[in-house]
Nanobody
Framework: QLQLVESGGGLVQPGGSLRLSCAASGFTLDYYAIGWFRQAPGKEREGVSCISSSGGNTNYADSVKGRFTISRDNAKNTVYLQMNSLKPEDTAIYYC?????????????????WGQGTRVTVSS
């Protein structure tokens, strides 16, 4: 059974950092682009960042550029999202997803497999 599991969410103060992990089971991530998405209450799910299967191509939403870094360790079958300088507006449920391409659009419709999400709350 193909499964993605996110972890690393939690409560953090503004300016703080978190590292999210996306681990796969039942399949290898080597052949997939991985995207991170988030959904805040009452808002649409939006693309945050993605990374190609090789790791050679990455994209970021303008709102997180310079603060978030996506990376992957195919040996561990895991993708990471390092989030620094967190702001209250980063508060959301964060999802990882596997698909064929890491495009600049980061559309949710480009991804086939999804995790259940991990909650990130940025608040003082």
């Amino acid at each position: 059974q193909l499964q993605l599991v996110e972890s690393g969410g939690g409560l953090v103060q503004p300016g703080g950092s978190l590292r999210l992990s996306c681990a796969a089971s039942g399949f290898t991530l080597d052949y997939y682009a991985i995207g991170w998405f988030r959904q805040a209450p009452g808002k649409e799910r939006e693309g945050v960042s993605c990374i190609s299967s090789s790791g050679g191509n990455t994209n970021y939403a303008d709102s997180v550029k310079g603060r978030f870094t996506i990376s992957r360790d195919n040996a561990k079958n895991t993708v990471y999202l390092q989030m620094n300088s967190l702001k209250p507006e980063d508060t959301a449920i964060y999802y990882c997803a596997a698909g064929d391409y890491c495009s600049g659009y980061m559309s949710r419709y480009e991804y086939d497999y999804w995790g259940q999400g991990t909650r990130v709350t940025v608040s003082s």
